[in-house]
């Protein structure tokens, strides 16, 4: 079977941890590639829910196991939180959960900067989490960074620790007014850290690849969505990594040839947290309506999600970034009573010009005005639905739509939150 990265194909939140969650049956290893606990999957099962922000969502599957790249900036804390929760739930995760000794260490430093440079942007807000993921990567760019296998040469973390915490003392005191931080307690902190989560830590770039050797079949687990990626999304108003196909390679070190299908997800309609372009976003009203139906609120800070209507320019973008060949589309059911869809096939900028493809050009994206096509809805539960042909007629013309206007198909369909209310498309919709 091919090794498969699965993705968001929109501004993230499209429910990929339930989609690998389901796929992870069909895999051996389960790798995720970028990002922290800034990311938020949620999966549901038999009424039990479990939240993942750092543990790839594989690990709910017995026997599999699950890694975290090289490409992750890694919150020991969150963490061990998560791996608290593994245990309360009697999962085990002794010789199937792993953490590359080259994965970035988020720091209390990395936090407050990050808040901070947030609140002093005013109304030019980011919309990051404060999770402090940005600065962490900021520092592994600028080689300020501090990596996990550091942590086992004590002498050496603390000539770097006093040396980099200095340097953020002078930040914080300087530029914020801020109070400074003590680097003895930092160390003695991540100290503990280090002897908690060293059964975990090794060289998984030798893990990966001798699994590729001995063709164990690979999924590679993404986060946030393609429209947040730091080269090809809504920039600046993005997350700090490469949250497309195209960080699978340096967030993992396997070869791209290892890496033979790109499987992409999106909702049935489209959403945002925090700032930035969204051209589709509906209304206050109409965008409550489907915020509570659709239990939109970020799993990592729980603020509400900006709604809007399916986003075709956005999502083939997307599509063409990753090489996707496949997708599923979910939260299906959100649309149930719908009378009439709208999707976005383009957009237009100064009452004329007309773009099927999306911008680049921040000046622009505010000022897009969509231009929709409409679909009669189904106004029937699709819920309880299991089986393709059951899905309501005008449900499956939706599906057949949005594959037309997408160019790939639509190979499952996610009518609720639990594992089981999913539906398989067959390769040909009818």
Partial sequence: ??????????????????????????????????????????????????????????????????????????????????LNELERHNIPTADRLFISDRAHLVFPYHKILDLMSE??????KIGTTGRGIGPCYADKMSRRGIRVGELY???????????VVGEK???????????????????????EYAEAIRPFVCDTVVLINEAVKKSRRILFEGAQGTMLDVDFGTYPYITSSNSSACGVSSGTGVSPRHIHSVFGVMKAYTTRVGSGP?????????????????AEFGATTGRPRRCGWFDAVAVRHAVTINGADSAVLTKLDVLDREETIKVCVGYKADGNRTYDTFPSDLALLPDLEPVYEKISGWLEDTSGVTEEDKLPKQARAYVRFLEKLLGLKITMVSVGPERSQAVRISNECK
């Fill in 1 to 82: 079977m091919s090794n498969v990265c699965v993705v968001g194909l929109q501004w993230g939140d499209e429910g990929k941890g339930k989609i690998i969650d389901i796929l992870a049956e069909e895999y051996d290893l389960i790798v995720r590639y970028q990002g922290g606990s800034n990311a938020g999957h949620t999966i549901v099962i038999n009424d039990s829910k479990f939240v993942f922000h750092l543990i790839p969502s594989g690990i709910l599957h017995a026997g599999k196991q699950c890694v975290i790249g090289n490409g992750v900036v890694l919150d020991p804390a969150q963490f061990l939180k998560e």
């Fill in 119 to 124: 609140t002093e942007k005013g109304d030019n």
């Fill in 153 to 163: 040469h004590p002498a050496y973390l603390k000539t770097k620790l006093r040396e």
């Fill in 169 to 191: 003392n002078r930040v914080l005191r300087d530029l914020h007014n801020a109070d400074t931080l003590s680097w003895e307690e930092i160390y003695a902190e991540y100290m």
């Fill in 278 to 294: 969204f051209p589709t976003e509906m209304g206050e009203n109409h965008g409550e309506v489907v915020r509570e139906r659709g």
